[in-house]
């Protein structure tokens, strides 16, 4: 049905994808297996007309395409299902299945009963026992899904993309999507499944396509393969980080954050637990690697440290065996803990301002003198860090906007560590970096951590937990299913045990 | 210099030159324009506007709002002069609690200063938004003005409140001294301070100003409460200009300036603009509106000029911001 070849793609000089060609076949179910990064999702947004510039070529039904937007590659029959779904929740089924391609009569006018009929027969269709009439709002999200699966269905789709379906429904839900998903295949249609749960890659997929580092790596038939087979297919690369040294920064082995059966509930819902119980103790010189794929909590985790959502945690933090009663991130940095955030952009920076204001902003009341700004202080502070931390800029005064994203997260580091932490938790250090500034934040890690500092890094790229980490706690489903120190830890066990539902 | 320097101070100084262009014409068309008597009867009449605009520009650099300021205004004016001329009457025992002139005023900016505070309170304790905050409270300070004046002027002040607004000290007018005043103490705010640090990091990002341990929340209630008390410095020049407080003071004071700020270049949606910024925008408006009067342009054409302009500012700054 579809045939891509040697398709590459680079965001600002970083490669995202290369060279990878697949083919996707009427009638089957394929899988794009991956870790997070891998580039799967980049290849599904070119697939699907989200991106219109890339390397090579894509042939769709035996004829070069070349999509523009989504809707081009709707019309020619290619539809994507996203983790977040796209609907207006206070428009009905019928409403929303015919946004943009409604049924008018002669005079302009909607044709309701048109549609209404056309949505009964699809949702008849998938089995949704609906009125068409309901608004989306009302339905659960399982019942959503399907929904859009109608939608791509009504313009006559016959490849339907579908990006972890399965992450936010019920068990119940999944068999009915499955259904649905088998029956589509008599229909001849072709469909990509993008999904952690490998189980249930087991259960529907024909074929496989493993990607890694944005290219392909191998592809085939899921008959005869086994979960362990495919894990290390996903991971199997060569560790190209200089291990840490062993013994580095073990020296001084005192206790430093004490987290004691913290858990979080959902701000709407109080019976639901996003963090579950987690305990753990960090110690100084000690960088603690905490992997989890995405949804496992772990950024919950951290910003529950940090003191952002006081009123939904229950649980003791103590630092240096004095217990903190932490209501919001001022306390949180008064106390020794700072957080450099996973999206740098939306909660790390003040983009609009220069390296220096972002550089003491955690910090103002040390750079002032007689309750004014020391704008000779903040120079100070800040030319420390660009030199300290390598920020390649034109000056401390540089807007943070023109930033490449690696002198970005250096300044976020930058800010983190002026306040003198005790604790350093690190979300995502490296992502949608060069690897050159990857490996100088490792490099800077490793030193702080040297110096005493405990780090707690948070990442889902398996190669940096390995290489920095000197214990690792994997996280999913809000809790942490495994711990390990370093020496006993591969990236078959750790993904083993960080993919939900597989112990 | 090269073109691309020369384009950008072009556009940072394009109010200025937009406002130098304009006195040029008016003292051209008008003979009336350029004279003494007329530039302070133009700097004492935008004093009030440039009071309430310094407080609406740190609202607005916070991405927030401030609809209130023209009824906390007219309400501030009229407790000021109530209290001056007529005390609280004790009713039970036939007495009543006189003010002096600094009590009365005093009590003015206290009460411009708790109403902001209310609206600071509203927005970060139950999350209102502040369009929706001030809104009500542009409602509430206009009707509890009508309880406190019965809908009434109170007028006849005495000299001593009246010099306020209408004296001159050292050649100058006073309005002009304390115009110029808040706006000095709000440029060294802005620049100097943490305050000012936090303000422009909040509207700048405040999910990442909440994460650097910012406490949002104070900053917010100080910039409203702010921003309540120019609105009562205001109220009380207006008051003591007219020897009147009106119930009607400061209708769609609000409108003015919200302009003053956005002609100055401030961004709505925060992080961005100066105090020096929105005086000029202030004086922008005030000098069109003098130059309309002399010009005898009639009052409705005045205000469609004035709409223009404003559009005219944002689609300039907009068309700018886009080439950056």
């Known amino acids: ?503 | 210099m090269d073109l691309a320097n020369y384009r950008t101070s072009l556009v940072k100084f394009q109010s200025l030159i937009a406002l130098v262009l304009l006195c040029i014409v008016l003292s051209i068309v008008s003979d009336k324009f350029l004279t003494v008597d007329n530039t302070w009867n133009v700097m004492r009449q935008i004093s009030v506007n440039i009071c309430i605009s310094v407080g609406m520009t740190l609202v607005i650099l916070i991405a927030g709002i401030d609809l209130s300021v023209g009824s906390v205004l007219a309400l501030c004016g009229a407790i000021t002069a109530g209290l001056l001329k007529n005390g609280i009457p004790i009713q039970s025992s036939n007495l009543y609690i006189g003010f002096t002139l600094l009590g009365a005023i005093l009590v003015g900016l206290i009460v411009g200063s708790l109403l902001g505070l209310f609206n600071g309170w509203t927005i970060t304790r139950f999350k209102v938004p502040p369009f929706v905050a001030t809104l009500a409270m542009l409602t509430i300070a206009r009707g509890l003005t009508m309880l406190w004046t019965k809908g009434f002027p109170i007028s006849n002040l005495g000299d001593s409140f009246d010099y306020i607004g209408t004296g001159w000290f050292l050649g100058i007018p006073l309005p002009v001294w304390i115009s110029g005043i808040v706006v000095i103490i709000a440029v060294v705010i802005t620049k100097k301070t943490v305050l000012g640090r936090y303000i422009y990091a909040i509207g700048g990002n405040e999910s990442a100003s909440k994460l650097s341990g910012i406490n949002i929340n104070k900053v917010k209630l100080t910039v409203y409460a702010i921003a309540g008390l120019l609105a009562a410095i205001g109220g009380i020049l207006v008051t003591s200009r007219l020897d009147s407080a009106q119930p009607n003071a400061g209708i769609s004071y609000e409108l003015d300036s919200i302009a003053a700020v956005v002609i100055g270049g401030t961004s709505l949606s925060g992080g961005r603009g100066t105090i020096m910024g929105t005086v000029l925008g202030a004086v922008i408006i005030g000098v069109l509106n003098n130059g309309l009067v002399l010009m005898n342009v009639s009052p409705f054409w005045q205000q469609v000029v004035k709409g223009a302009v404003i559009l005219l500012a944002v689609m300039i700054d907009k068309a700018n911001s886009k080439n950056e």
């Open chain 1, 1 to 503: 049905m579809l045939v891509a070849e040697n398709i590459g793609k680079k965001f600002s000089g970083v490669v995202a994808l290369e060279n990878v060609s697949m083919e996707l076949l009427a009638g089957r179910v394929t899988a794009i297996l991956g870790e997070n990064g891998a580039g799967k999702s980049t290849l599904m947004k070119i697939l699907s007309g989200v991106y219109d510039e890339y390397e090579g070529r894509i042939v769709f039904k035996g004829e070069t395409v070349k999509f523009k937007n989504p809707i081009d590659a709707q019309n020619a029959g290619i539809a994507i299902i996203h983790q977040e779904l796209n609907l207006v929740p206070y428009l009905s089924i019928t409403e929303n299945l015919f946004l943009g391609r409604e049924i008018t009569n002669a005079f302009g006018m909607l044709n309701r009963k048109a549609m209404r009929a056309k949505t009964t027969e699809l949702l008849i269709k998938l089995r949704l026992n609906v009125d068409p009439d309901s608004l989306v709002a009302d339905l659960r999200v399982g019942q959503q899904q399907v929904v859009e699966i109608a939608k791509a269905l009504l313009c006559d789709a016959e490849m339907i993309i579908m990006d972890e379906p399965t992450s936010a429904i019920t068990e119940s839900e999944v068999e009915v999507l499955f259904g649905i998903i088998a029956e589509l295949k008599s229909e001849n249609k072709a469909i990509v499944y993008i999904s952690h749960k490998l189980n249930e890659l087991f259960k529907i997929a024909d074929d496989y396509v493993v990607m890694r580092d944005g290219r392909k790596i191998e592809n085939g038939s899921m008959a005869g393969m086994t979960q362990d087979q495919l894990i290390h297919k996903m991971v199997g690369r060569e560790i190209n980080i200089a291990r840490k040294g062993e013994g580095q920064g073990q020296v001084a082995k005192k206790l430093l954050l004490s987290v004691k059966d913290v858990c979080l509930v959902k701000a709407g819902d109080k019976n639901k637990k996003t963090l579950d119980n987690i305990s753990f103790d960090l110690y100084s010189g000690e960088v603690l690697g905490i992997f989890g794929l995405m949804g496992a909590g772990r950024t919950e985790l951290m910003e529950t440290l940090l003191g952002v959502h006081p009123g939904l945690m229950t649980g003791k933090i103590s630092i240096e065996n004095t217990e903190l009663n932490i209501r919001s991130a001022t306390e949180a940095i008064n106390s020794g803990i700072v957080l450099v955030p996973e999206d740098r952009k939306k909660h790390g920076l003040v983009l609009n301002m220069d390296i220096k204001n972002n550089i003491s902003l955690s910090n103002l009341q040390e750079t002032k003198s007689l309750g004014v700004l020391d704008k000779g202080k903040e120079q100070k502070l800040a030319e420390k860090y660009v030199n300290a931390l390598k920020i390649k800029c034109s000056s401390a005064g540089q807007t943070v906007k023109n930033l490449s994203g690696g002198n970005q997260q250096k300044v976020v580091l930058a800010k983190c560590l002026a306040t003198k932490p005790k604790v350093l938790m690190l979300d995502e250090p490296t992502r949608g970096i060069d690897i050159n500034a990857k490996n100088e934040i490792y490099k800077l890690i490793i030193e702080l951590a040297a110096e005493g500092m405990g780090i707690i890094m948070v990442s889902s790229e398996l190669p940096e937990i390995l290489a920095i980490s000197d214990r690792v706690l994997v996280m999913a489903d809000g809790a942490i299913r495994a711990e390990m120190n370093i020496s006993d830890a591969t990236e078959d066990n750790i993904l083993k045990a960080a993919i939900p539902g597989a112990i």
